[in-house]
């Protein structure tokens, strides 16, 4: 599955829906048992969340958009099928929150190829299933470190604290990820699911259980004046960068 | 404490009541206050669970046989002695079970001697409390790669995840496991056994408070025909293996 | 913040409500935004809690010190300020969980600086919110044979385990900590403190939920004649020391 929304692959509400159908059909078809993630441009894996779509919108949009990114976690992160993350760019925020969500992550050794949950850096905040995603994979204490800080780790940084699985040069990460999708695929495969279930069924109740409090406070907070005023300077000044 | 039930030391019925008893008794007995777990057999420390016992029984002796595993571990796990396991051997599932309920693992530095719990590879899963145990000694992350791969660790690999504690040539495992029994039993005995209690009560809960359900749920889930198959392959390869 | 309560920086009560009550006044004042934790004698950080204050005193003056405890562990675990540890010395127990509770501890490389939570050593118990802190930090597998054995780490070490995040030689540790404090202080601070909250309160609420029934285990616990005996001994040694 390549991630395809130039020009840096952000997952906007029409991307999030594409996604969430497609990895429904994917799911139901068992003929497809593994499934890679990577971006059909190196360079960028994805940038993350569509700023757009969190600013200058009514509540109803933010409370459709948020509903879509709970979806994509819910499907992504309680896979049936093996997800392998090829990860060929930069992965900031909702770009590295679809990479945690993999079984394994390989990611291109090249040091633009930041990758981390740096929403504080923006002024928002990882809503607490971002959280419990990545304490799952790197530990409570580095998470709480690297949460507050909005840190991007390079690639050695984010092989060393866990945050990927393996570093490989640029040209080896689709070949490496097709060869661990192999080892994985070789498991049997009902247990292996039922395996990844259990690891993974508690994280994923947690908001299940309450996705309608958690939409309510997604758009509370966005909608505040002062988080939009800052999404608002945030995205200017990414316009004048392009520009 | 030495397991010997030939070939392979598996957790039959019989094993694992004796094991119980033997517990109890140590555990009543104040003169007793650490227990080392080896094998009589070096080169295979145990085979873990015992195939047989789950393979062509009816569903009374699944259950009951279920729920002695249970009583071992709830006995090993919240035991009031320090446990050291000096482990001069192959430890697969089961036999890595025992190990990690431990305080302390010395693993013997042989490559053969693999450890960790490597039920999808037989088509089973491992219950959520060997999970669960596996989780508290080496972390979810490398736990949910681990168990979902059925990873048996070679002495350095176990040693680098924290899967044990300490990798010594093969003729100091016993000496070794000694020298740290002298020093855990250097501690104070009531605060000790206080914290190890306090470490670890609440993963035993988790059981304590469903093993019925838990029996349930082993019991229909291997008297399925697909799961008796797998077993009944296995159990096959196994017999041409020895002949 | 310096902690000055010779000879030791021991907590007695009297230290206890004088800090609690200078946090409440930065952590209202907005122009404070962070917090420096060091001791005005080099040589030793803090000696934790005062075994005076929990030696031959009546049930009351138990309970209002253990409320002193709670106190300062909530409010420091808990501050909305960056808080971070200049440690500057030993520091065993209480010394410890006070470490514990910043966002970043720089470590003076000195052999004799030794942290942890050593509480089995005198016979007494951390309590379950001291373990969380330390499981927080450093993970249930390293925290568990930590507090069993009551160890204290030195600077090497203490960075292996992640008890600390940096250990510089002994004159720069005022000057890292500013440096690095910089460094959290230019993050955005509303999505920063959010954040903070969002890794911690789950942790501090299971204390808050159960004070008084955590007051009442504290003063039955520290009110036995055994542990009495055996606090009394140890001063007694601490007093022989010093003559």
Redesign the interface.
């Known amino acids: 599955m390549k991630f395809k929304n130039p020009p840096v692959n952000s997952l906007s509400l029409e991307l999030l829906t594409e996604l969430v159908i497609s990895l429904e059909k994917l799911e139901n078809d068992k003929s497809f048992r593994g499934l890679i993630l990577t971006s059909d441009r190196p360079g960028i894996f994805s940038a993350g969340l569509d700023l757009r779509e969190m600013c200058g919108r009514n509540p109803a949009h933010y409370a459709e958009y948020w509903r879509a990114v709970q979806e994509l976690w819910l499907r992504l992160y309680l896979s049936n099928m093996v997800v392998i993350s090829a990860i060929n760019g930069a992965s900031p925020a909702g770009g590295c929150l679809m990479a945690l969500c993999s ?2 992550r390989v990611l291109a050794d090249n040091p633009k190829y930041n990758i981390g949950l740096n ?8 809503p ?1 299933w971002f ?1 419990d995603t990545l ?7 580095t ?3 690297a ?4 840190l991007l780790f390079p690639p050695a940084d984010a092989l060393q604290v ?1 945050m990927v ?1 393996q570093v490989v040069p640029e040209d080896q990460v689709q070949s490496k990820a097709l060869s661990v999708m192999a ?2 695929l070789a ?2 495969e ?3 699911q ?3 279930n ?3 069924k508690a994280t994923a109740d947690l908001l299940i259980k309450q996705r309608e409090a958690d939409i309510q406070n997604f758009v509370s907070f966005i909608s505040k004046d ?1 988080i939009q005023k ?1 999404l608002h300077i945030y995205l200017e000044k990414l316009k004048q960068k392009k520009g």
């Open positions: 079984d394994y929403e504080t850096l923006l002024g928002i905040v990882a607490f959280k304490v799952n994979t790197i530990g409570h204490r998470a709480e470190r949460l507050q800080l909005g866990g699985d080892q994985w498991i049997p009902h247990a292996r039922l395996t990844k259990m690891m993974r002062s800052s």
